[in-house]
């Protein structure tokens, strides 16, 4: 609800000790994936250029067999670390969504301080910059889509909004326990991607196996639950992200003992491309 106090998970790096049992609860598949929050070590993070201070786990990119429609990262920037130029790609849109810190992040020249729950949408070609403006590390997620043009229709507005001012839009027949809140209008044609946060209260459930057009990309940020993904009931807990495949089955139980919220990606708005991935673009 607005104004509700609430938390966002972020991973700490580190490394198991060589005590520690090797097997976890990675999962690979061809129809989704699961990257445990076990899993984002030091020695698995990656530098970027034009990066200052900065490190990112990359836990999506477009490859055969896995993302299609997106790059997601979840991303650890030092005290006055950032990029003047953090996006190299025009035809790239972004969202970024704080977990943790301050952020500043500067489109045209005009500054945007962004803390825990604020959220960014820049367009493709916006000239934007990114700043750590606080003492401590500023951890966030940065979604990166190549933006799908429509003929006569023009690219979206920037947004920025913070969740904790958002009232979240509950889902039909599900009695107020599975929420979303939106940062952009759904019927917004201009947005080919929505970037959303959902909500299960203890109890809640998808009540079937939702099988669709959209790909996911899903980072738990509180709680934990049971998701069904193709053929399997998998244990998902806080800081753990999952990518599901266009037409993967999915549903999921949330039991608690708290609520259970994730940030979703989904593709949407517009017709099926008739080519093979990657052909034609």
Excluded at 54 to 81: D, H, K, N, Y
Excluded at 188 to 210: K, L, N, S, W, Y
Aim: proline fraction near 8%.
């Amino acid at each position: 609800m607005i104004g509700s106090r609430t938390s966002y998970f972020v991973p700490r790096g580190g490394l198991p000790a060589q005590t520690e049992l090797t097997t976890g609860r990675a999962v690979f598949t061809e129809a989704y994936a699961v990257i445990p929050r076990g899993a984002f070590a030091d020695i698995v993070a990656s530098r970027l250029p034009g990066w200052g201070e900065t490190r990112a786990w990359i836990v999506a990119r477009p490859l055969s067999g896995f993302a299609e429609t997106f790059a997601q990262l979840v991303m650890e920037v030092g005290p006055g670390g950032g990029s003047d130029r953090p996006e190299p790609d025009a035809r790239a849109e972004a969202a970024l969504f704080i977990a943790e810190g301050t952020l500043a992040v500067a489109l045209d020249g005009e500054e945007h301080r962004l803390s825990g729950g604020g959220f960014a949408y820049l367009p493709p070609g916006a000239s934007w910059t990114v700043r750590n403006s606080g003492d401590g590390p500023a951890r966030f997620h940065w979604i990166r889509k190549r933006y799908e043009p429509v003929d006569g229709i023009g690219a979206p507005d920037p947004v920025f909004a913070n969740e904790r001012s958002i009232r979240p839009t509950p889902i039909p027949n599900a009695e107020g326990r599975w929420t979303t809140t939106r940062f952009v209008d759904p019927a917004d044609m201009r947005h080919d991607m929505h970037v959303d946060i959902v909500t299960f209260e203890p109890g809640a459930v998808i009540p079937f196996e939702e099988t669709h057009v959209m790909e996911h990309g899903l980072y738990v940020l509180e709680g934990k639950a049971v998701y069904r993904l193709n053929r399997d009931w998998v244990e998902v807990e806080a800081g753990d992200f999952m990518w599901l495949r266009a037409f993967c089955p999915q549903a999921v139980y949330a039991g608690g003992p708290g609520r259970f919220r994730y940030l979703l990606y989904k593709d949407v708005n517009r017709l099926p491309r008739l080519a093979l991935c990657g052909a034609g673009r």
